[in-house]
């Protein structure tokens, strides 16, 4: 990523991008410390994709996403291979390539 001069910002866009990378570093650090020590079939990457790390979660971990409109959907290692992908509210598994799949979420949202 290219870096920029912020010198040249206003004091209070300083300050903002000071902050915003504080709380960068303070979830990288919140992440590496839930994760697992030992190598798990649960991970993702943090970094460059040509220069990541890999940080494992435990043993069968579940990785929760929420889409745009809140729904849940729940992605994890199935117990008799693959990946298993649920959702309260139900989906929608459209294909885009041999080796591409786009998952929505479907149904109405209940307010909690």
Do not use: C
């Not at 650090?29 to 020590?37: A, V």
């Not at 008799?80 to 309260?88: D, E, I, T």
């Amino acid at each position: 990523m290219k870096q920029h001069d912020v010198k040249k910002l206003p004091l209070w866009a300083r300050d903002m991008i000071e902050r915003l990378e504080a709380d960068v570093r303070y979830h990288e650090n919140q992440l590496l410390g839930m994760s697992s020590k030992k190598e798990t079939n649960t991970y993702f990457e943090v970094g460059d994709p040509r220069n990541h790390e890999r940080v494992y979660l435990p043993d069968g971990g579940n990785i929760l996403f929420l889409d745009r409109e809140g729904r849940t959907i729940d992605v994890r290692v199935s117990r008799r291979g693959g990946v298993s992908v649920s959702s309260l509210e139900g989906i929608r598994v459209y294909p885009e390539a041999s080796n591409v799949v786009r998952v929505e979420g479907i149904g109405r949202i209940e307010k909690r």
